[in-house]
């Protein structure tokens, strides 16, 4: 059975930090890998989609890496703003078309 | 593009009480999902359709949960009766192919259930 974890549950940093945010999960056998930013009462944001046969995928100031043979993922924020303030999922699809979420790392960036 | 859209945005039912919640998704996607997310636990997966036709609902918990599809365009969740632990958000989802493609997500519904 697929399991996600997220390691931090949370995690408050100064703006202008660099932060990774860490992904495992327990089969190998997965399609691809989806990052998401849902923010408080809000529905979830996209943010990159790693398919299996890559290793990463960049948008912006953020960077997502998958090692599939390790079952791991990190999401790289650089130089974190406030603005990145949000809960950051994320979420595998292993054989069939549902998506196996984890439970998330709740980011905080003061100024 | 209008994105993923749900109603109602809250709801708030006494056990025992029927809930219906809509879902529109993406125009053109024929891949609808629903998921739910109970307090203080993980997104999970509910059930999915290709158009009309439901492809997988191994993630359904029980036969109060009724989904529909009509026309393959917008969906309904109903739960009858609800319990208190049906109470959480539930969200749709939707994707114009399957395996490859992003799931782009609604706002989600707020559903309590006292």
């Known amino acids: 059975k697929q399991e996600v974890t997220q390691i931090p549950a949370a995690l408050s940093v100064p703006e202008g930090e660099n932060l990774v945010l860490n992904c495992s999960f327990t089969d190998s056998a997965i399609y691809n890998l989806q990052w998401f930013r849902q923010d408080p009462g809000k529905g979830l944001t996209s943010l990159l989609l790693i398919q299996s046969s890559q290793r990463e995928q960049t948008s912006g100031r953020l960077n997502a890496s998958l090692d599939k043979s390790s079952g791991r993922s990190t999401l790289y924020i650089a130089a974190s703003q406030p603005g990145d303030s949000a809960t950051y999922l994320c979420a595998v699809r292993p054989g069939t078309d549902k998506l196996i979420f984890g439970t998330g790392t709740r980011l905080q960036v003061f100024p | 593009e209008a994105g993923v859209t749900q109603f109602p945005s809250h709801s708030v039912i006494e056990k025992g009480q029927t809930v219906t919640l809509r879902c529109d998704p993406i125009?053109?996607?024929?891949?609808l999902y629903w998921y739910r997310r109970v307090m203080g636990k993980e997104i999970k997966f509910l059930l999915h359709?290709?158009?009309?036709?439901?492809?997988?609902e191994s993630g359904m918990p029980n036969n109060r949960f009724l989904a529909e599809r009509t026309g393959g365009t917008y969906s309904t969740l109903k739960v009858q009766p609800a319990e208190l632990e049906d109470s959480g958000v539930y969200f749709c989802?939707?994707?114009?192919?399957?395996?490859?493609?992003?799931?782009?997500f609604g706002p989600g519904t707020r559903l309590l259930v006292l």
């Open positions: 989802a939707s994707s114009r192919n399957r395996a490859q493609e992003t799931q782009y």
């Open positions: 359709f290709v158009k009309e036709s439901k492809q997988d």
């Open positions: 125009s053109g996607h024929d891949n």
